[in-house]
């Protein structure tokens, strides 16, 4: 079975010390249990004060929102997976849409992100989506199935286990639009099709998917009823304390803990 996840993307949100005392607040109030996985992505600067804060007993698990595909060098403004993995996160966020449209990244440069994430044992999870047009335009399926392609290529069933993918419409992030679950499950089943062709059935239904876009306190058990839906990747809802444990509560509860 898979072990649902809730992950909350920050963003460019919290300052070092803001994220600390968020971190301490969310660890009271939230309800921790091995039926599921609690990862926040704080920016890169509250990494540190966040593991602090969280604690050692802290079970919620922490995630980089980027990194660089070298491990060192020349890259001025860049994070390496080394870099993370040294400040405990065990996760990165890979292919946010705000990184393909705001920051250029190509599908082949995302799949160099992967490579790195795999190499030094970080769990990465890629984002896939299709723009507003797209879906319009009847091209979901294969905006979905290129993105996939193109950042998977090459790499073995064995590295694609430590995969979380994340399928976050772009025109649903930050609009309070949310995806329908019955568009949500159809591409999920799209997404799980791919792997089964692409790799195999055992990786296909193995594989953890997120649902990501306007997930909100009120709208995510409509999302996590469906087993094709192994969680959330929350933005703004996961700024506040109450909404973003509020929706990791509604996630234990489907798994009856
Ligand atoms: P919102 O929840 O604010 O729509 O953002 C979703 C997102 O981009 C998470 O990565």
């Not at 990786?203 to 094709?228: C, H, K, M, W």
Request: aromatic content about 6%; some cysteine; proline content about 4%.
């Amino acid at each position: 079975m898979r072990t649902p996840l809730i992950a909350g993307n920050w963003k460019m949100n919290k300052t070092a010390s803001e994220a600390a005392t968020f971190a301490r607040e969310l660890v009271q109030r939230t309800i921790t249990s091995p039926a599921i996985e609690i990862v926040i992505a704080p920016p890169f600067t509250a990494l540190d004060s966040v593991r602090h804060a969280l604690g050692t007993s802290s079970s919620i698990g922490l995630a980089g929102q980027n990194l660089h595909w070298e491990d060192r060098g020349a890259y001025t403004g860049e994070v390496s997976a080394p870099m993370l993995k040294d400040l405990g996160c065990q996760y990165v966020i890979l292919g946010h849409s705000e990184r393909r449209a705001l920051f250029g990244e190509r599908d082949d440069v995302i799949q160099k992100k992967l490579a790195a994430a795999f190499r030094h044992g970080l769990k990465p999870i890629l984002c896939v989506g299709e723009s507003l047009g797209e879906r319009e335009a009847g091209r979901t399926t294969e905006i979905i199935a290129g993105q996939l392609k193109g950042s998977l290529a090459g790499f073995t069933a064995t590295q694609l286990a430590m995969l979380t993918i994340a399928y976050e419409p772009v025109w649903a992030i930050g609009t309070g639009k949310a995806a329908s679950p019955e568009q949500a499950i159809s591409v999920h089943q799209t997404i799980r099709q791919f792997l089964q062709r692409e790799w195999s059935a055992a990786l296909a239904q193995g594989t953890r998917i997120l649902y990501g876009g306007s997930v909100t306190p009120q709208n995510a058990s409509s999302f996590l009823a469906s087993d094709e839906i192994d969680g959330a990747l929350v933005g703004g809802a996961c700024l506040q304390t109450e909404s973003f444990a509020s929706i990791a509560d509604l996630a234990q509860k489907r798994t009856g803990h």
